[in-house]
């Protein structure tokens, strides 16, 4: 990755330096290796740029190269070089059962890295329902009180966003009003973009934006920035000198 995408992208295109990564994918454990620890058939392509390569959305490594009759590794070259860097991915990999004892760690906290575009990890529609269902209601794993902490107040704790994350006078309303024996998420790997189930209103910053589950087209959120006191910029005007 020296020097960015551009030199990225001329590597991929030269003879020996495909050849070393292709091997390197078999053997080096000195990074987040995910060919040698997971396998190609793990690794699937959720989204792309061009439309000549938007059939291989959805699709995992080993039938890309049955479709492009290339090795799994040259086909992912490839397609890095012709989508210029712009591919996102899926991987497969964990046991259900660490999730479960993670889920019941008292500093655990939810949140999503779900990316938009194509056919995107489930967990982008589906993150907080899914754990409000099938860890609260399902499993167990936690209480209804616990989950919505770990969802609100905790992160915007660790965050430190100073108005939200609870239900508080001077705080901004940020409120989701749902369900808890029906609320459950539907999305999946097939189909991603499937919305939950037992979400009934929300209101963002005190406005209604969802009602009776259905969008009323209203866009109420903003940016939230960081607080800087003037005793942190001063530090920071230091060092900088």
């Not at 993150?127 to 209601?137: A, D, E, I, M, S």
């Not at 209480?143 to 609870?166: C, F, H, S, W, Y």
């Not at 969008?215 to 940016?223: D, S, W």
């Amino acid at each position: 990755h020296a020097g960015g995408t551009e030199e990225t992208l001329k590597r991929l295109s030269i003879p020996e330096f495909r050849k070393r990564i292709s091997d390197e994918f078999k053997t080096n454990t000195d990074y987040e290796n995910w060919v040698l620890n997971c396998g190609w058939k793990n690794i699937m392509i959720t989204s792309v740029q061009t439309g000549s390569n938007k059939c291989l959305e959805g699709k995992d490594m080993i039938e890309i190269s049955e479709i492009r009759q290339q090795s799994p590794e040259n086909a992912a070259f490839d397609i890095l070089i012709e989508e210029k860097g712009n591919v996102a991915m899926v991987i497969h990999w964990g046991f259900e059962e660490d999730v479960l004892q993670s889920m019941c760690h008292p500093l655990q906290m939810v949140g999503s890295d779900g990316i938009f575009g194509g056919k995107p990890h489930p967990r982008l529609h589906g993150t907080f329902p899914r754990v409000l269902g099938k860890y609260v209601r399902e499993e167990g794993a936690l209480t209804l009180e616990q989950a919505i902490r770990r969802m609100t107040g905790a992160p915007a704790q660790l965050m430190r966003l100073k108005d939200r994350g609870l239900i508080k006078e001077g705080y901004q309303a940020d409120i989701v009003i749902f369900d808890p024996e029906k609320i459950k998420d539907r999305a999946t790997f097939e189909e991603p973009l499937l919305e939950p189930e037992g979400i009934h209103v929300v209101y963002i910053n005190g406005k209604l934006t969802v009602y009776h589950g259905e969008y009323t087209g209203a866009r109420y959120g903003k940016v939230i920035r960081r607080f800087q006191s003037s005793k942190i910029n001063k530090v920071a005007t230091f060092q900088d000198r």
